[in-house]
């Protein structure tokens, strides 16, 4: 069984910018959850979402959003980069986003210089 | 406000030897909580999770130990082995609305022979 896809693995992209992180979650799972992940912060919810609806989002400016498809799939978008939106984004997935187990993906690392 | 507080920040023991992490939450609404293990450029692994209707849970050479009302729980390593050595994040959800985990601040386990 396939596990948790992320891509790409690596960005690096200019302050000012935006840019798009993929998720592929389990085959199965509905709930498909964001994580920023820094060192100063550690992990940090950003937003969640069951069948195509956001249902929970974190504390994080506008300018971070996702969107879920009807094949589970789910990307999120940041735009207006900034250098502090440095970090590693990841993607969990679970079977029905009850307090089921959640796998993360191996995360997308994003550089802003 | 840090709804799950972990402790050590990092932890060194001898190969064999018991590793021992804490974490305390402050939201009793919570009622999920899994261990994470997570390998330099890799992202988070589920390792074992507990509920609160049970005071300890094992698995393998890992048990969780639940105190329900001193709001705690602990990860314990037996017969630790280099291989441990990662970083391990308590986490803890509640079921109500959708799938948020909060996440401790982390524990470096290094394992030396």
């Known amino acids: 069984k396939a596990g948790v896809t992320q891509t790409p693995r690596y960005l690096i992209k200019t302050r000012g910018q935006q840019v798009t992180l993929s998720c592929s979650p389990i085959?199965?799972?509905?709930?498909v959850s964001w994580y920023q992940q820094t060192p100063g912060q550690g992990l940090q919810f950003l937003f969640e979402?069951?069948?195509?609806?956001?249902?929970n989002k974190g504390n994080f400016p506008g300018r971070f959003s996702g969107r879920q498809f009807s094949n589970s799939r789910s990307e999120m978008n940041v735009s207006t980069l900034e250098l502090g939106d440095s970090a590693l984004y990841l993607c969990a997935s679970s079977r029905d986003g009850k307090n089921t187990e959640a796998f993360f993906g191996q995360g997308t690392r994003l550089t802003v210089v | 406000q840090q709804q799950v507080k972990q402790s050590p920040q990092s932890l060194i023991v001898q190969k064999g030897g018991i590793s021992i992490i804490n974490c305390a939450y402050e939201n009793t609404a919570f009622d999920y909580f899994p261990w994470y293990q997570q390998f330099p450029g890799k992202g988070p692994a589920l390792l074992i999770a507990?509920?609160?209707?049970?005071s300890e849970k094992k698995e393998g050479r890992f048990t969780i130990s639940f105190n329900k009302s001193a709001k705690q729980f602990s990860l314990h390593i037996m017969d630790s082995q280099p291989g441990d050595s990662a970083t391990y994040f308590c986490?803890?959800?509640?079921?109500?609305?959708?799938?948020?985990?909060?996440f401790g601040k982390g524990t470096k386990l290094s394992v030396i022979p």
């Open positions: 979402y069951f069948s195509e609806t956001q249902r």
């Open positions: 986490a803890a959800s509640s079921g109500a609305g959708s799938y948020q985990l909060t």
């Open positions: 085959s199965g799972h509905r709930s």
């Open positions: 507990i509920r609160p209707d049970v």
